[in-house]
């Protein structure tokens, strides 16, 4: 019995050591230090494309379109935007999302101004 335990409490501390790095939205510095520590573990090209993805979500958080037609009631902080659009998010999953949102812009192009 006690066997299983610790061989359950170390596939779980394992599998937790193995879990990508994630975005930690709950204050400036939490998040500073998290976009820091994913773009350290990256190559160069990969932490540019990282850091470009972060910056489109956060873009597109603000009402990018609405910012753009000047239909924005009130101007969202683009830090607080940064951290509550990627909060918990991994690279691959900000990555993804990026491209999302790029994909669905050129689809509604015309739509935006």
Do not use: H, W
């Amino acid at each position: 019995m006690k066997v299983n335990i610790i061989v359950s409490a170390c596939i779980i501390f394992f599998m937790v050591g193995c879990s990508e790095a994630r975005i930690d939205g709950s204050s400036e510095a939490a998040f500073e230090k998290s976009l820091e520590t994913i773009a350290d573990s990256m190559s160069k090209e990969d932490a540019e494309e990282f850091y470009k993805s972060v910056a489109i979500i956060t873009v597109a958080g603000m009402g990018g379109r609405k910012m753009i037609r000047g239909e924005v009631d009130e101007l969202v902080d683009f830090d607080v935007s940064a951290r509550k659009n990627t909060d918990g998010m991994t690279a691959k999953q900000i990555i993804a999302e990026a491209e999302r949102i790029l994909e669905n812009s050129k689809d509604n192009i015309g739509g935006m101004l």
